[in-house]
């Protein structure tokens, strides 16, 4: 697949050259993340987040469910290490990327990741807002089916090293793998190279989480690309429609109720049928709200995904989005 090709497909929802205001031209990622290996998707160290709500199609059958929450901004921490390590490896040539860290002082403002991800105003005097989009994603399952609590012996913080005797264990709460958050990832404004990009970051990505406190294995499979002028769906939203598409695969109009509730408490859903299911969803909330969006054909996405995959093929991608984010920074100051 060439570069040329792919812009192509994705011309209706991307921009040939960066701009300091959004353009509403939208690439929206439609992902399935799959827990690998138990993971803490905690924010104090020990109990899972997870969120109380109605799950299932609103326009048909809905119970209220305590679903794992994978919080928003686990998600683009962990992406952005990995954009940052891929231009640092990739384009060690050119000084912005070869230096562009995570640590909001060793951060270059004018890099490919930074201008893409954001970043705050520094000595190049530009200051980027994101244009990748996340919230939360909520797992299919409810928690009391993808949840278990595992005794863990070593201290976990300062707290624990000093606690007194018989405190020296606890049970934190730990993913299930095969737990299944559907996500999308929307980038704004984008150029192709960029969307390019975050393909290439979102398959390179596997663990979620920092330090003690929170982490896991995940793989991310993208299930289809969407372009067009418009935001779409949320994620939890597209969550509840799949939740509701599959519980269609075990029962009649009559049973909804009970197999939707085997749905979200029984046994691991396989992924191919779960991939299937939240592109139906996705697309469903489309055609309710009217939205125009442009599908990437399956072929193409994989040949994208191939070039990615290839570091010497993605190289040459960044390098000529490089060239963009230098004209941008040029314009952007001559303009001041």
């Known amino acids: 697949m060439t570069l040329e090709t792919f812009t192509q497909e994705v011309g209706n929802g991307t921009v040939n050259q960066i701009q300091n205001t959004r353009q509403n031209r939208f690439t929206h990622l439609l992902l399935l993340r799959e827990v690998t290996a138990p993971a803490r ?7 899972v987040n997870t969120q109380k709500v109605p799950t299932g199609d609103p326009h048909r059958t809905t119970q209220v469910t305590r679903l794992v929450d994978l919080f928003y901004r686990k998600q683009p921490g962990a992406e952005r290490r990995q954009a940052k390590s891929i231009q640092r490896d990739l384009l060690s040539h050119v000084d912005e990327c070869e230096d562009d860290h995570m ?13 893409l991800f954001g970043s705050a105003a520094g000595d190049e005097g530009i200051s ?3 244009r990748v989009y996340y919230n939360s994603a909520y797992s299919l399952r409810s928690a009391t089916a993808t949840v278990q609590q595992n005794t863990q012996n070593a201290p976990g913080d300062e707290t624990r090293i000093d606690a007194e005797e018989g405190q020296g264990t606890w ?4 993913v299930k793998p095969g737990t299944l958050f559907p996500s999308v990832v929307t980038l704004d404004s984008a150029t192709p190279e960029e969307v390019l990009f975050v393909m290439a970051i979102l398959a390179r990505t596997t ?9 896991g294995n995940v ?18 939203e597209v969550t509840r429609v799949t939740a509701s598409y599959l519980a269609d695969e075990l029962s009649s109009a009559e049973e909804s109720e009970k197999a939707l509730k085997e749905i979200v408490t029984g046994e691991p859903i396989p992924v191919d049928t779960a991939k299937n299911a939240v592109q139906e969803a996705y697309e469903t909330l489309q055609e309710r709200r009217n939205l ?9 996405v994989r040949q994208a995904m191939e ?7 993605l190289k040459k991608i960044l390098e000529t989005q490089a060239e963009k984010v230098d004209d941008y920074v040029t314009r952007f100051n001559s303009d001041d």
């Open 292 to 300: 125009q969006f442009d599908a990437m054909d399956d072929d193409t």
């Open 103 to 115: 640590s909001p002082n060793d951060m270059k403002q004018n890099s490919v990741e930074s201008v």
């Open 207 to 215: 663990r979620y989480g920092a330090g003690e406190s929170r982490g």
């Open 41 to 47: 998707f905690t924010t104090d160290g020990e109990r």
């Open 307 to 313: 070039t990615v995959a290839d570091d010497e093929k």
């Open 171 to 174: 049970t934190p709460d730990f």
């Open 128 to 130: 980027q807002r994101s």
């Open 219 to 236: 793989r991310n499979h993208l299930v289809k690309v969407y372009t067009g002028r418009q935001d779409g769906p949320a994620n939890l």
